[in-house]
Structures are given as C-alpha cells and as structure tokens.
C-alpha cells in the first residue's frame, strides 16, 4: 500500500499539506517509541546541524537516524525511501535523498513557529513526520499547527499519523505538550 496514492498527491499538489491517518501501523510505531526511549541521552539538545538552537524557540531533543540496520528506526528510514520514490513517481519532485531525525519532547517541550528551510537547507523540498505516541489526548496537547492559506490546521501527534508538507511553503509550530512526545521528521532533498 502506498503512503501517498493519487489523491494525496493532489492535496499535497493544491493545499501544499497531506494528512494521513493510519499510514503505518501501530505497533511499529511502539516499537520505535520504545526503541527511541532505550536511547536515553543519546537523543540530545542542540543537535540541529549548523543550527543555532535557542530553548526560547524549541525545547525538544534529536538525534539523526541512520537508514542501515535493525530495528524499527531503521524501518522507519526504509520507508522514508519509499515515500521518496512515490513522491518522484507521482509529483515528479526530483527528490534525491533524505535526512531522518527522531526529536524527544519531554513535557513542556514545544517548537515556535518556523518554516523547516528557514536559516537551515535550502534543499529540503518536502516535510514528513511520523508520530510515535499511543493512546495522544487532547488533555495532552503538543498539537502540531499548520498555518495554512484557509486558517490554522491543527493535527494530534498520534501513533500511525504521517504529515507531508512541502518544507519551504508551510509555517508550523508544536504546542506546549504535558507528556512525553515523540516524533519521526524526514526532510526529503533535491539537488546536494
Ligand atoms: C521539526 C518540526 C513538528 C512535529 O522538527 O522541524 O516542525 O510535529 N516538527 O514534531
Ligand atoms: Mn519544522
């Protein structure tokens, strides 16, 4: 089954955002989840490469995945390449490779508003972003808001939810969460 068929393509194409519920399954997700949390302090602050990271602006902590080994991380980046291949397939976006990186938002932890090629890649052409948390509240909050054309679009971090968005077009931030979250981000390339 593909990540993106037809008419998600069109709605990436014509609202610049696509929103999938359900794209992969749950228990991947718990999978990575845990996998993520057996990675302790190696997922880290202030790891944005050649960014310079104030905790005014984003309170998370990151750590890029690498696409070879085992493991339900390594999946995930396994899948990012499918996701590329479609997208090269059905939108002809010349994507030629991706960075993948998991972010650690312990309670309190949120990310202002920003476009993902602001002071950063000019590269990145599109934005995908897996949510590894079960059993997402309201209560919880850490709402990913889009800031669209038609108004403010807000999408719960909830385990199997995947987000595509072309990175230089859309403003988004994520808001205050009260629980631990966790988050997936795959930045696709063109050119270097
Ligand atoms: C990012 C980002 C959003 C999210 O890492 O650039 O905007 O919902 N993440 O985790
Ligand atoms: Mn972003």
Known sequence: MPFLDDQALQELGERAVVVRPAAFPDALAAAARAEAQGLGG????GTGKGRAVSDEVRRDET?????????????????VEA???????GAYLG????ELQLARYAPGGF????????????ARRITAIAY???GWEPAHGGALRLHLDGGAVDVAPRAGTLVVFRSHLVLHEV??????RYALTAWLRAGG
């Open 42 to 45: 190696r997922v880290r602050a």
């Open 63 to 79: 750590l890029w995945v690498e696409p070879h080994g085992e493991g339900a991380l390594a999946t995930f980046a396994r899948h």
């Open 83 to 89: 996701l590329r291949l479609e997208l090269n397939r």
């Open 95 to 98: 994507l030629t490779g991706f």
């Open 111 to 122: 990310y202002a508003a920003h476009r993902d090629t602001f002071r950063a890649d000019e």
């Open 132 to 134: 590894l948390n079960p």
């Open 175 to 180: 808001l205050p969460a009260t629980v631990e």
